[in-house]
């Protein structure tokens, strides 16, 4: 006869209940018990942290913890949509909406939190939201649509969340707030003020000390909201974000103790009143105490998970013991932290730090005798973080003085000691991590699953690859980032060396830092050569052909040549045409010489006119016919900028609010030349309607009525990407500056070939530390990027003008070094098409299968047969 | 089967390729300094068009060889043989210099 197992049911399938989970299925608990868990959403467990991530791929997949076939690998049974309204201690049994009843042997309650919305008349009306779960988000998204302003009462961290998300979503967003200051639990007034100010200058209006009275409608927005000072403000939509309830209703239908305030009263162990009922996460009152951060409800799965195990396996259950609240993220991209008791306390000693141009505030808190750190508050640099957590969580007595702390510099992961927590969210010590590595583990995403730390909110990420580069480096482990076989390093480690050593030609790279052959040879390969010739373009923009220098011998097939090769050996040939703005004059003389050469002639997807069909001797001619007609080189060979597309703007627009075409002229002109890792595409749109697809291009700048707004990192090809909004109603000269900055700091740090989406999805800290780093100058190398950019800019050569200055050079381009000697024979085949020349397919070419066999098909004159020209 | 002078040595630069017309056919010449000349043919037998001699000069696994512009494959420049598919072989030619002239074998 089977014996059956005893039956644990788990209410609530959020982070923390998810947690709770993984730690039964680690210890092997999911064998002892049958496990049913029931979660009230339509999916299983996913990241609330950081819930506006949801905007930026516009899906739930990158939140998700798990899946339902994990649960079912775990042998799991996993009940989603599926609600518990009642639970019967004496009978120990469940029952659901359905009306289902399910017994129980144990019950972990992990039923969260719900959103706390004020009691204010008019709060039900339409528009009005909250955000907690995925379908609060699609109804904001759905709400925002048709919303021009929006306001998220509550200035709160969660409040700031929501605003974020509304900014996003390209609202005009308002913070109402009851207290006097921002996030009035974590931060003192001076750190709220300095917030305030900060989220002020991102296009968010900050209203304090405002104390809603009722909700009716809008002259000009569907909604007023009235306070009780007798202003107002007017909005389409409002997310309420004031605070949160522990969701208890549950347990105190089934007379579960709950505390007076709210909350379901659980002991040490988590247990709540009730006969093997454990409660846990945001649901739980522990010593009077609801703890609304994740970190604390993992401790309490893990207690539980204890405590359940150690019935089973007679080992000694883990007790909670309270928890740290501190906290540290960015909130719009403003850093934030705050340790202990960050407001401070009585008879309190303290170091303050204030520093008004850099836009950063810091104060500990030290008790009594100023020897030990009992909290801290941080704004607009959250560098120390991790040090001054360590320091207070220690409880380490502070070596000299208190006020060396603030001004130590950015932290390293050599002040952290093997015991320090560095994910707070998972309780991974930098031990654990540097254990990890030693064993094998020596990839992020391998470190994420050992050890799972940076897998919680994700804030300690840059922290934890510091400390697995470290440990590879101090192991003398070769973790193989080089590029290629002839150097061991990445990108990123080449520009610097080359930048930092001042090196500018490729035998003194390989011989000093690269591997050459066995047999001494320095010649490199296709890889590491035209990376090398790309990063000594950025650095110093010298002639990419440059013979002495040994450059020309380093340069890619289009580089090389200065034209865009095509199938069949031939070349594109394509001008620069700025912002897609071209006189009838030079559109005639294009026409001229692409007439005179017989070039099939097409318009890109930048805005410009590409011209194909040349041959490499041809080149020259109709490269001095072009600048004599006043064009010059259009760079579409390079990995540098292409174009600055453009809308029509408010010259002729009747919609347009800026001139879009002059700043896409003028961009394109500053940028042009650019070597960087990949090429380079910006568009501008003179206004929201957004006709020139800015948001798909690597830069992309919308005119706003106040400025210019600004989106990076935006992709169309096969991965397309959004941009991201960067900053917002930026004058022309702001703009410029961020431009150059984000562009020199992506030459800087971004891998070979990797375009700005995808080095923005690798860079650890995403979008906020971009942001800091360019807007706040966390770096501090913004004069330096500027510096450069403006040596890039200084030197800029159209490089077939200097080509055609140097006859000598000109020999590259003959395609025999003894023409004289050509068989008389020598043709190539060619189809007129739509009364264009097209190459004709050779046998190779009509052997190949897949697209490339498909005919042209002559769509002027379906009965004319394509007729097969001799091109001798 | 005869020498065909092509050129004088000035005209080809370190470290990258010329092509050349020798009795009818198209080769690629490479230029690697104290390492020799190298001469093969200058079709890309991957693709049928005659470059190879605007290729990059690499060194793969202590292997000189070009990377042909279009698609990347890596021929040798001692045998010709395409390092990543052996049925593909840009045919070697023999070279030498006599003062200062550079002379390629020609075939058939």
Redesign the interface.
Known sequence: MAVTKPKLMVVGNGMVGHHFIEQLCSQGLNKHFDVHVFGEEPRPAYDRVQLSKYFETNSADALMLTSAQDYADWGITLHLNTQIIAIDTKTKTLTSAQGEVYEYQRLVLSTGSFPFVPPIKGNDRAQCLVYRTIEDLEAIQASAKNSKIGVVVGGGLLGLEAANAMQQLGVKTHVVEFAPQLMPVQLNDKAGQLLCSKIEQLGVSVHTSKATTAIIDGETALHRMTFSDESYLETDMIVFSAGIRPQDALARGANIAIGERGGIVINDYCLTSALDVYAIGECALWEQMIFGLVAPGYQMARVAASHIASSVFSTTAASFKGADMSTKLKLLGVDVAAIGASRGFDNAQFVELSDNQAGIYKKLWLDESGKFLKGAVLIGDNNDYSRLLDTYLSQDEIQGSAVALLLTGAESETDLKDSSIVCSCHQVTKGDIVNAVKTGNHKMADIKSCTRAASGCGGCAPLVQKIIDHTLQAEGLDFNSGICAHFDHNRQGLYHICQVEDIHDFETLISQHGKPSADGHLYGCDICKPAAASIFASLKNHYVLDQDKGHVQLQDTNDAYLGNLQKDGSYSVVPRVAGGEITPKKLIAMGEIAQEYDLYTKITGGQRIDMFGAKLSQLPEIWRKLIDAGFETGHAYGKSLRTVKSCVGSTWCRYGVQDSVGLAIDLENRYKGLRSPHKIKFAVSGCTRECAEAQSKDIGVIASDKGWNLYVAGNGGMRPRHGDLFATDLSTAELYKYIDRILMFYIKTADKLQRTSTWMESLEGGLPYLQSIVIDDALAINAELEKQMDHIVGTYQCEWQTSLERPAFLARFNEFVNPDAAPATEFNTYKRIREQRFPALNQQEANKTGAGTIAIKDVTDEKQNVSEEVVV | MSW?N??DET??????G?????A?K?VA?FN?GK?GLFAIDNVDP??????LA?G???????Q?CV?S??Y?Q?YCLKTGVCLEDSQLIASPFAIKTEQGRVFVLAKG
């Open positions: 065909v092509v050129c005209s080809l630069p370190q470290g990258t010329v092509a050349a017309w020798v009818g198209a010449i690697l390492n991957a693709s049928g068009v005659s470059l605007r990059l000069i690499c060194e793969i696994a202590g000189l990377a512009p279009l990347k890596h």
